[in-house]
C-alpha cells in the first residue's frame, strides 16, 4: 500500500528495523553520515521520519538525500533500483531485554501519571 501513495526518488535511503534493534542510533550515525541532509534538528525524528506518518507534501519538500525509518516487512516496503535499504537486527535476547526494559519504564510513567 505504501508504493501506491509514497513517491519515492533515486537517493532515497529506508531504515528498517524491528522495534528495540537500534532504530534511534542508525538514525543519528545516517544523519551524520549524510550531512546532516534536512538542516540542524533539534529532534532526529524530524530529520528521519516515519515515512508512514508523514504527509506526502512534507516529504516532498524534503531535501535530498531523505532519510527515513520503518517498522515495516520488506515486502511492504517502496522499491527502487536506486534506492538504498538498510536493514539493522539485533540479538533476539536483547531485543526481548530491551523491549521489556521499555514496556517497564512505560508502565511506571503512566502509573506515576495516575496519582
Known sequence: ELDTIHKSRDDDVYIATYQKSGTKWLQHILYELYDSPQGEKANIN???????EEAQDKIDAMLSPRIFKTHDRWDWIVKGDKIKYIYCYRNPKDVCCSYYNHIRRVLILSTLHSL
Not at 46 to 52: F, K, L, S, T, Y
Open 46 to 52: 524530524d530529520a528521519v521520519p516515519w515515512i508512514q
